[in-house]
């Protein structure tokens, strides 16, 4: 079964940055890191999952909420099986737990539609 886990996570202050990633493993000879589709959804205590980027199979193509467009960056490196969140101008609004998770048909802002998640790191940001 596919395993997904994050790292990265910290505290920094306001403006500061972090660089997420998500080392993935598990595969079978069917599907490879490279067949599925990523993305880091977010959740601060008390509330929902808030869906935050998504990137396909290939890397080609990447989506972002509102809330982190122009401040959050994501990328893979397929050869490595590693995704990664690169977080700049932290604000503390981003506080939360980072999740990633990994489908091999879905790929977009369903988080709940993705069939793995990681357990998640946790980023805190000072004001």
């Known amino acids: 079964e596919v395993q997904l886990v994050e790292s990265g996570g910290g505290s920094v202050r306001s403006g500061g940055s972090l660089r997420l990633s998500c080392k993935a493993s598990?595969?079978?000879?069917?599907?490879?890191?490279?067949?599925?589709?990523m993305c880091w959804v977010r959740q601060v205590p008390g509330a929902g999952l808030e869906w935050v980027s998504a990137i396909n199979a290939g890397g080609s193509s990447a989506e972002y909420a509102d809330s982190v467009k122009g401040r959050f960056t994501i990328s893979r490196d397929n050869a490595k099986n590693t995704l990664y969140l690169q977080m700049n101008n932290l604000e503390p609004g981003d506080t939360a737990v980072y999740y990633c998770?990994?489908?091999?048909?879905?790929?977009?802002?369903?988080?709940?539609?993705?069939?793995?998640r990681g357990q998640g790191t946790q980023v805190t940001v000072a004001s």
């Open positions: 998770a990994a489908d091999v048909t879905h790929y977009g802002r369903r988080w709940d539609l993705y069939d793995y």
């Open positions: 598990g595969f079978t000879s069917l599907f490879a890191f490279s067949d599925y589709a």
